[in-house]
């Protein structure tokens, strides 16, 4: 990021604070409601300066993280269930994959690395259910064949943009906002 205070902030710009921002809150060193806030303020910030703020107290840990740590992860269910949920960081591109057995991922607490996240839902003679923030915004590019799948769309907040692809055989994909509409039937 340059240190020029008034020139225009671009979205690396953005998502490296947001990485910044996200990893204080995994450690412990902000509150969730500090890191919605600043947060928030990260992704409506125009200048460079605006930016400074948010970090000055909070140690510069993304130099020192590779970026595939943060880029992409697999998670893998083969003949099990695998729970994952409350705080955790997720990745730019996660992919999901679930093999007879059953996944459920809540990223409501979940610290996203920046404004896009991409989760490529693989599940085979499987079940699996994933929980977005109440105001992210869902793409559904996915396909299903002898399967349901229930995407909730679109909201009205100013959240982070979550593209679902993949594809699921003789298989149940939810993804919703609230545990009311994971339907289980």
Request: proline share 4%; net charge neutral; aromatic share 4%.
């Amino acid at each position: 990021m340059t240190h020029d205070p008034a020139l225009r902030a671009s979205d690396t710009d953005r998502d490296r604070v947001a990485a910044v921002l996200g990893e204080a809150l995994a450690t412990g060193r902000l509150t969730s409601v500090e890191h919605a806030d600043r947060l928030e303020a990260a992704y409506t910030a125009k200048t460079v300066g605006e930016l400074v703020p948010l970090t000055t107290d909070l140690p510069d840990v993304t130099a020192s993280r590779p970026p595939e740590t943060v880029e992409q992860q697999t998670i893998r269910s083969t003949f099990s269930k695998i729970i994952r949920k409350g705080r955790w960081v997720a990745s730019r591109h996660t992919t999901l994959a679930v093999t007879f057995g059953a996944m459920i991922v809540d990223l409501s607490e979940a610290v996203l690395p920046g404004r896009e996240v991409t989760l490529e839902c693989d599940a085979r003679f499987a079940k699996l259910i994933v929980r977005v923030p109440d105001n992210a915004h869902v793409i559904d590019e996915g396909g299903s064949t002898f399967g349901k799948r229930n995407v909730t769309g679109g909201s009205a907040g100013d959240g982070p943009l979550i593209r679902i692809t993949g594809v699921s055989m003789f298989s149940k994909v939810i993804v919703s906002r609230g545990v009311t509409d994971w339907n289980l039937r």
